[in-house]
């Protein structure tokens, strides 16, 4: 049967356009098509009548339309949800190698400390200084990908870290992944200071296939290191040449391709622990093992019972770091990979251990659920513990976390994409509906349609069965576009109520889509100064009602990552209870005898972090805002540092807002409603002697608690600026939704606030002096 090229026309709603393209008569049967025979039915005469530019044009407008329609969504969404402030650069060359988005996750690890091996805080609980700066005390991760990255070694995360103490040094054996070779080394770091701080030293162990778990051991004064390297297919002990960096292999202790190995010795013998998911019926992340022996070169003797553990992946069977003896019994970390691989770390007790009998039972871990999600270093999971005592009444544990589950980079993508195909698919469909787009498939360039003579009777029948499935297939398209069309008609009120319907899920997949492959993985992570992290507290004065505020207020910025502690100075009304709050940190609330605007800068021993955040509990921002504005008081803690500039300048000196300011070229002002300060320099300043004729004025006021401040920074500084301003990338005031905002008459304001201005010029000298221009940073953060 011939085909010929024709001239084929499609009617449609809104235009229409040619299309010409090779017709098979035999695909379409009357009843679905009109076309027979090789010919198309007359179409109808205002058909023909239509230009034929129009005809093509619908189609196209049609995608030119939702193309920007749903661009312009994205990039709308993007633009609101998105921080306009990246990341800093990379320091070095070395580091802009590492720390890479990485399916298997972002490892780092933390350093905790407790009285027993059963009680456990993170570092940042225990209040260690690195040293006299404001910018401390040191908080968790102390070791991530940076570390080593900046060291020259670049890495993508580190994980399974395992201590080993020498006198007052403290040697961290991690897995490193390799960023240029996406391959598990064993780097290893030094701490002369507890763990507040960390120096990599290299590589320690290199092999040519993966390698991470290094559990490393004394044994008859050698060092030795166990690392799982289960791809080679056996399980290697290796001792220390040179420690810590120089290995050499010692033996092959068991030809088995063991997981996350570790020996004890305990009660006369040898165990040797580990999991093989290579045996038939074992069941992954669920199964263990156990052998004895008398030396931890072996021979080594299977367990009665092995395996001792085949179970489910969430049974805590896998393990997870390093066994540990406290008074004289024996505990083993093991993994809980519910949900995610690595979800959390469970303690188990062992009961019985001997060649023919093992039993364990689970005991509190003693650490903390970190409570902040993706805010939290390991707030995803938590999957290697190694705790190992320092003296008799002091422990040290090291712990891996990371913030997203596994897998977590990839998901993304398929779930981005996934949600950009079918809005794509809506869009298809709405101009199927609406008449703008018909498909058809030119089956000539799928399937070969010439053939010489000789090959017309062989390949005929064979053709004919693949065009009569494609047929079939095509015909029940038809039908089903037909059907739609007859059901959803876009010229009544319901069929466009059905296309707005469809356009609005198109535009919602659209802006998901935007989210999961551009919006990264929805953290604010803090920002790291010179390599090391630290938290500060968030102070907020209120009164009973603005109490629905700070409710929200408290669920919102308890879950950023810096944020160590909140503490509430209630000036007036009954105090609420704080377990009327959702918090993901503590919160105190600091009862005031009077209701005084000095009461914002009292001195509070309590405080346990030298930086506070004074923020007024009707601003709301998000928590990439705050942990920029700590970064940059971090790197200049002799400063204010805040997100509302405002300027002083005039004779008489008059207070002028932010866009007053930025017309006129500059700030000399911050507000500390919303700044960072050392709390110790600051509150210490503004209840002087010098501060009194200043705080009593406020008093009278009722106002310009915030200009005293400024102007004490200025007068008591021997730096020339005493102001840092950092730009919020948006900012809420909740106040004004609820009709308790303080100052409702802003004129009122300004005024008193000029009067302030005045009075203080001659008791603390000119603050107008110096003004500093916006967009002076590096960094961008103040435009």
């Known amino acids: 049967m011939e085909t010929a090229w024709q001239d084929h026309k499609f009617e449609f709603a809104h235009g229409s356009f040619d299309a010409q393209f090779k017709i098979y008569p035999f695909l379409f049967s009357p009843s679905t098509a009109r076309l027979q025979t090789g010919r198309m039915a007359t179409p109808p005469r205002w058909w023909n009548g239509l230009p034929r530019c129009r005809r093509r044009s619908a189609a196209f407008l049609f995608a030119v339309s939702a193309s920007l329609l749903l661009g312009s969504t994205a990039a709308l969404f993007a633009w609101i949800t998105f921080s306009p402030f990246p990341k800093p650069l990379p320091v070095s060359a070395a580091s802009s190698l590492g720390c890479r988005p990485d399916g298997e996750g972002s490892w780092s690890v933390g350093v905790f400390h407790g009285e027993s091996p059963l009680s456990l805080k993170p570092i940042e609980s225990w209040g260690v200084w690195r040293n006299a700066s404001a910018a401390w005390p040191v908080a968790n991760p102390v070791v991530t990908c940076a570390t080593a990255s900046d060291a020259g070694f670049p890495s993508n995360f580190v994980a399974d870290p395992f201590l080993f103490i020498q006198g007052a ?15 598990g080394d064993i780097g290893v770091a030094v701490s002369k200071d507890n763990g507040a701080t960390w120096n990599h030293l290299g590589i320690a162990l290199d092999e040519e296939w993966h390698l991470s778990y290094p559990y490393v051991f004394n044994y008859q004064d050698h060092i030795y290191m166990m690392p799982e390297g289960s791809k080679k297919g056996d399980l290697r002990l290796y001792r220390a040449l040179e420690f810590p960096l120089k290995w050499e292999l010692e033996k092959v202790i068991l030809k088995k391709p063991l997981i996350d190995s570790f020996i004890v010795n305990f009660r006369g013998h ?13 069941k992954k992340n669920g199964e263990l093992e156990i052998w004895y022996s008398s030396s931890p070169f072996g021979p080594w003797l299977p367990h009665k019972q092995n395996p001792v553990h085949n179970m489910d992946k969430s049974s805590g069977a896998r393990n997870a770091g390093r066994p540990f003896v406290y008074n004289g019994q024996l505990y083993r970390p093991g993994q809980d990979c519910g949900g995610t691989y690595g979800r959390r770390v469970r303690l188990f007790r062992v009961e019985t251990l001997t060649e023919e009998m093992y039993q364990e039972v689970e005991v509190p871990l003693g650490v903390d659920e970190p409570r902040k999600g993706r805010n939290a270093w390991n707030g995803a999971r938590y999957h290697h513990l190694d705790v190992q005592q320092l003296k008799a009444d002091h422990w040290i544990a090291v712990m891996d976390g990371d913030r997203v589950p596994s897998g977590d980079a990839v998901r993304r993508l398929v779930v981005g994409y996934t949600a950009f195909g079918t809005a794509l698919s809506l869009v298809v469909l709405i101009g199927l509906i609406l008449s703008v787009i018909r498909c058809v498939l030119p089956l000539n360039r799928c399937l070969p349609l010439s053939r010489k003579r000789s090959d017309v009777a062989g390949a005929q029948r064979h053709d004919l069965q693949v065009y009569a499935k494609l047929r079939s297939s095509l015909g029940q398209m038809k039908r089903i576009v037909y059907t739609l069309k007859e059901r959803v008609r876009a010229n009544n009120c319901a069929g466009r109520f059905v296309v707005v319907i469809i356009l609005l899920a198109a535009v919602t997949l659209t802006c998901i889509g935007t989210h999961y492959v551009y919006g990264g993985n929805g953290v604010d992570e ?12 968030l102070i907020t004065m209120t009164y009973d009602a603005r109490l629905w505020n700070l409710k929200m207020y408290i669920k919102h910025y308890s879950r950023c990552t810096s944020v160590g502690e909140i503490l509430v100075v209630w000036n007036k009304g009954q105090p609420p209870n704080v377990s009327e709050f959702d918090s993901a940190v503590p919160v105190k609330i600091r009862v005031e005898k009077i209701n005084s605007l000095n009461n914002r800068f009292n001195i509070d021993p309590s405080i346990k972090t030298r930086a506070v955040l004074e923020l007024d509990d009707d601003i709301m921002m998000t928590c990439d805002d705050v942990e920029r504005g700590f970064k940059v008081w971090r790197d200049r803690p002799d400063r204010i540092v805040g997100f509302y500039p405002r300027l002083a300048e005039g004779a008489p000196l008059r207070y002028h807002d932010e866009r007053y300011a930025r017309s006129h070229g500059g700030y000399n002002m911050i507000l500390t409603g919303a700044a960072f300060m050392d709390h110790k320099l600051a509150f210490e300043r503004y209840w002087s002697k010098e501060a009194k004729i200043g705080r009593d004025t406020i008093d009278d006021l009722f106002n310009c608690e915030d200009v005293l401040m400024n102007f004490l920074y200025v007068n008591a500084s021997s730096s020339r600026r005493t102001v840092e301003y950092v730009r919020p990338s948006w900012a809420i005031d909740t106040s004004k939704f609820s009709g308790v905002a303080i100052s409702k008459d802003t004129q009122a304001h300004y005024r008193a606030r000029s009067e302030c201005l005045a009075k203080f010029r001659e008791l603390y000298g000119d603050l107008a002096a110096n003004k500093w221009s916006f967009g002076a940073r590096k960094d961008g953060w103040d435009v």
């Open 270 to 282: 040898f165990w040797l622990f580990g999991s093989d998911f290579s045996v038939h019926g074992a």
């Open 169 to 183: 040094d403290l040697y961290l054996f991690f897995e490193t992944k390799n960023s240029i070779t996406l391959q």
């Open 526 to 537: 803090a920002y790291s100064v010179k390599g090391h992290y630290s938290q500060f507290t």
